[in-house]
């Protein structure tokens, strides 16, 4: 059906989140870091790539800029996901190159359509 990448560095919103995708379908690796995240991007290439903003070390957005900004990895589709939702957040996170921009607490049927929609399921 699909593999995302879920980088969340909250053990519960990971949880939470990486539940949502499996009951939907969607197989999950998980990175607590964007450090880790590059790691599992290289070895696994998922189908879509959920991404929490507020990281320890690299932040969401600067990995969605780095991640877009190469070719091998710039059709992957991005979402970020993020406690900062307001209308400035998102603006700026889709400068970065995200595909979509949800805020946190996460809809998760709203994540469901998002992802399937990306992937084209």
Do not use: H
Request: net charge negative.
């Amino acid at each position: 059906m699909g593999t995302a990448l879920l980088v969340e560095d909250s053990v519960t919103d990971m949880q939470v989140l990486s539940s949502c995708l499996r009951q939907g379908g969607i197989d999950v690796l998980v990175a607590q870091t964007g450090e880790e995240a590059l790691v599992k991007i290289t070895a696994y290439q998922p189908d879509i790539i959920v991404l929490d903003v507020v990281l320890p070390g690299l932040s969401g957005f600067e990995l969605c800029r780095e991640l877009k900004a190469q070719t091998n990895t710039s059709k992957i589709p991005i979402v970020l996901c993020s406690t900062k939702g307001s209308d400035m957040d998102k603006f700026w996170g889709m400068k970065q190159g995200a595909d979509a921009y949800l805020a946190k607490p996460i809809d998760q049927a709203e994540l469901m359509r998002t992802v399937k929609q990306l992937i084209k399921i």
